[in-house]
């Protein structure tokens, strides 16, 4: 294909990746900040101990508690100046905005107002009716930057009060050893050879490898989305199973479409955008530790990193094919041994003779 050829392509093709990848974009977005939830993480919160009526989970990492309390109990959970800032009762669960953690104990903290003090009185604000709530909680991390060393990093501990009884919440933090910097190869040694057999520049061959390219892209989309998916926050929701059914959908159609024999091009390409944006989306599982996803760690840094490398493959074998340009007018002819483009017509009836 011509560099004019490519460019034509390139104009329209950067719009159809951004379409695929608002396709894969993950639905499981947190409360706090519009934040999505991450996939991976250096550290790990464990929990060790809990008060009785007390059930408490560490979610996504070392980020936020989830906590459930008998609603014949009233238990408060303590700030970090011992303040009351959360109420867990049989009304549901409330939050004391004159809590100065309230505002400091977010994904994103914001400025105390002035009149949010730690001996002032506490002003409830109803947060639901339910008998669990999850929130940010920085004390879960809060020994995060002392140790780089893989390892136990040290015990964090959250107060409460049930029934006006002291009790507590106890855990550790534990840092994990980085992932080794060999995930990083099979994309490097993937975009190598589809670089190769592009130099060949046999528009069979270019085609032929777009279309193994995407479907193993949409094979390690649907891997990677499971994994996810699947990973609870702390449970799996209705719009997780949702969104996992509608992944699997799509990754029917698109199957079925690329094993047509003809005008799989614009298919591969969006394949391939959806497997390029969910390979940068699972990035941090190859950087960090700890995997945040329901399957093994081995198998989401596999997923993430053949999505990003077939994505890419497939995307650049659908920009550089010929995709069944028209031939010019001025076409050698080698039947006759002339250019084809040069001869006139003949009128109705005639023959061209050649001497």
């Known amino acids: 294909m011509t560099a004019g050829g490519v460019r034509r392509r390139l104009c329209w093709a950067i719009p159809l990746a951004t379409v695929a990848g608002v396709m894969t974009f993950p639905s499981s977005a947190s409360a706090h900040a519009g934040q999505t939830d991450p996939v991976a993480s250096s550290y790990r919160a464990t929990i060790t101990a809990m008060a009785p009526g007390v059930t408490a989970k560490v979610v996504d990492g070392d980020q936020r508690l989830w906590m459930s309390a008998d609603p ?21 669960v409330d939050e004391n905005l004159r809590a100065p953690t309230t505002y400091l104990n977010r994904a994103t903290p914001v400025i105390v107002p002035s009149g949010a003090k730690p001996q002032l009185p506490p002003d409830w604000e109803h947060l639901t009716d339910s008998h669990s709530y999850v929130w940010h909680e920085d004390r879960l991390h809060v020994l995060a930057g002392r140790s780089s060393a893989p390892g136990d990093v040290g015990p964090w501990v959250v107060p ?17 050893a980085d992932p080794s910097l060999l995930w990083f190869w099979p994309p490097v040694v993937i975009l190598a ?7 060949v520049r046999d528009q069979r ?22 994994g996810v998916e699947t990973y609870g926050h702390p449970a799996v929701s209705t719009w997780q199973r949702i969104d996992l059914a509608l992944t699997g959908l799509l990754a029917l159609l698109v199957t079925v479409l690329l094993l047509r024999p003809r005008g799989t091009g614009f298919v591969a390409f969006v394949a391939g955008a959806a497997g390029v944006y969910q390979g940068i989306v699972l990035l941090p599982t190859l950087t960090e530790g700890y995997v945040l996803a329901a399957v093994p760690a081995t198998i989401e840094r596999a997923a993430g990193a053949a999505a ?29 041994g002339v250019v084809a483009g040069d001869q006139p017509t003949p009128a109705r009836g005639e023959t061209l003779g050649i001497r």
Do not use: H, K
């Open 193 to 199: 050879g589809v670089a190769a057999l592009l130099r």
């Open 160 to 176: 409460l009060t049930v029934n006006g009884r002291r009790e507590v919440i106890r855990g550790q933090l534990w840092r994990a």
């Open 308 to 336: 990003i490398a077939c994505g890419i493959g497939a995307m650049l074998s659908f920009v550089f094919a010929d995709g069944g340009a028209a031939r010019s007018p001025a076409t050698v002819d080698v039947r006759l």
């Open 72 to 92: 014949r109990l009233t238990v408060i959970v303590v700030g970090r100046f011992g303040e009351p800032y959360l109420r867990f009762s049989g009304a549901g």
């Open 205 to 226: 061959i270019t085609r032929a490898l777009g279309r193994v390219l995407a479907l193993a892209s949409v094979l390690a989309v649907v891997v990677a989305r499971i």
